[in-house]
């Protein structure tokens, strides 16, 4: 039975670790051998993804370990270089498993393509007549992707806003056009553009200025996933401090983050050092997420946090997030890398919605974790005991000798290269 619940998983070797995770998702012959490669994309494959090819680069890749998302069992593959964020995500997500799980959805995916209109006599008036043609302009653009039509999306609205109208330059006064498509389960980036770039003679004709931009816009509010967690204080409890003093640091935390840019920053990189390895591992597009993400932590004229964390009325801890998910599971690198289809096949999500919410349930189990670390001991005690295994191994360690090395500077406290250095010379001579 799949569980994502796997005590010991991390004291087990790379190639147990495989064996489980390929009984348990009854992997084929083919994709244990990919899983196994030390090659995750053959360099024949990748001159034909990007220009100029001349190899590939590699990432760790993890698993997020005990998420329960409505109710479901999820094994969450991370690509991520970074210490300690593998580990954070699956021991928070422990902690809110025995609180019932993280709880999610996510609306509609409409993605958003622009259309800008300069030039126009009357920019009002140009406005009024996209408005009176909005029929047309949705038939136009569902003509000009038919496929997406047959699979039950496409163009579904039209909306129009004028920028600048009172500015001095003709630069800056525009028509702004928003063709708003349903992609079903494709991130949609190429649906949009070719829809609003055939729209483009028609809305000249419609409204008698000049269009220049046709785009879709990474600010994707009409596609939004949420997710949230309530946790009795009890299960907070760490070393030396009450499940309550933890709550407490947690909210106090937050309202940093909420009150003041320069900590909002700093608080929503963490949050996105859960959301960019599941979304870079399942081969979507991560600054498109992130752009958006960030865009969305500012909507309300002021940069601030991407999370809420308060106190319910019986003293519970409950987390909240929610963002733009302009994320796919058909098309884009998700359909050529093959490690990305594999990885897919592990979630096992059936929707591109789904998978949202999957990441989204991360990107707060991440911020718990360092909310938790910050509002305790400080984010520095867990990361750098993880991070010790990567010092050693620059330092030159290698085999048991990088363990060894790794123990040694946890042990003293002093976790740095030079030092590492040390050790392995001493050991060695």
Known sequence: ?????IPGFYKHSVEERRALVSRMQQFSDEEIEQLSSAVSLPVETADKMIENVIGTFGLPLGLGLNFLINDKEYVIPMAVEEASIVASASYIAKIVREAGGFKTEATERIMIGQIQ???CEDFQAAKEQIEANKDELIEKANEAYPSIVRRGGGATDIDVRILNEDSDSTYSQMLVVHVYVDTRDAMGANIINTMVESLAPTVERITQGKVYLRILSNLADRCLARATCV?????????????????????????????????????????????DPVVIATGNDWRAVEAGAHAYAARNGSYGSMTTWSVDEQGNLVGEIELPMSIGTVGGASRVHPTAK?????????????????????GLAQNLGALK??????????????H????????GATGEMIDIIANKMVEEKEIRVGRAEELLEGTLS
């Not at 039975?1 to 619940?5: A, D, E, G, H, I």
């Not at 096949?345 to 929707?351: A, F, G």
């Open 231 to 275: 946790i009795p204080p009890e299960l907070l409890e760490s070393d030396g401090f009450s499940g309550e003093e933890v709550r407490d640091g947690v909210v106090h935390a937050y309202e940093f983050a909420a009150s003041d840019p320069y900590r909002a920053v700093t608080h929503n990189k963490g949050i996105m050092n859960g959301i």
């Open 373 to 386: 670390a910050l509002a305790t001991d400080g984010i520095q005690k867990g990361h750098m005991a993880l």
């Open 1 to 5: 039975m799949k569980t994502s619940r």
């Open 388 to 395: 010790s295994r990567s010092v050693a191994v620059a330092a």
């Open 117 to 119: 209109v300069v030039g």
């Open 342 to 362: 594999l990885v897919q096949k592990l979630l096992d999500v059936e929707s591109a919605k789904e998978l949202a919410q999957v990441i989204v349930a991360v």
